[in-house]
Nanobody
Framework: QVQLVESGGGSVQAGGSLSLSCAASGSSWRTVCMGWFRQAPGKEREGVAGIAESGTTYAESVKGRFTISKDHAKNTLYLQMSMLKPEDTAMYYC????????????WGQGTQVTVSS
């Protein structure tokens, strides 16, 4: 099994920065593909960024502002967020899957990010 534990959320003013972390326990092969998602109140969950051996992907809304990375030795996923906007306010979730073509199988409990104007 895999457990994902996010940390690093908080409140920041628009234009500020935050860094999220997601520590994964369990076999590293189960977390080959990982990603960050977010869900704002009243809105559907959306993908923010993903990372795999083939590279990284970003939602258009965060390109140039967010950076996803992974420390393979620590099996920890990161999301560096800069130039934050009020519309980035959401619960952020870390997710993982063994195969990039499958749906995400493992999810963290989420960490809140609030950006004030």
């Amino acid at each position: 099994q895999v457990q994902l534990v996010e940390s690093g959320g908080g409140s920041v003013q628009a234009g500020g920065s935050l860094s999220l972390s997601c520590a994964a326990s369990g076999s590293s092969w189960r977390t080959v593909c990982m990603g960050w998602f977010r869900q704002a109140p009243g809105k559907e969950r959306e993908g923010v960024a993903g990372i795999a051996e083939s590279g990284t992907t970003y939602a258009e809304s965060v390109k140039g502002r967010f950076t996803i990375s992974k420390d393979h030795a620590k099996n920890t996923l990161y999301l560096q967020m800069s130039m934050l906007k009020p519309e980035d306010t959401a619960m952020y979730y870390c997710a993982a899957r063994e195969y990039c073509g499958n749906e995400y199988k493992y999810w963290g409990q989420g960490t809140q990010v609030t950006v004030s104007s």
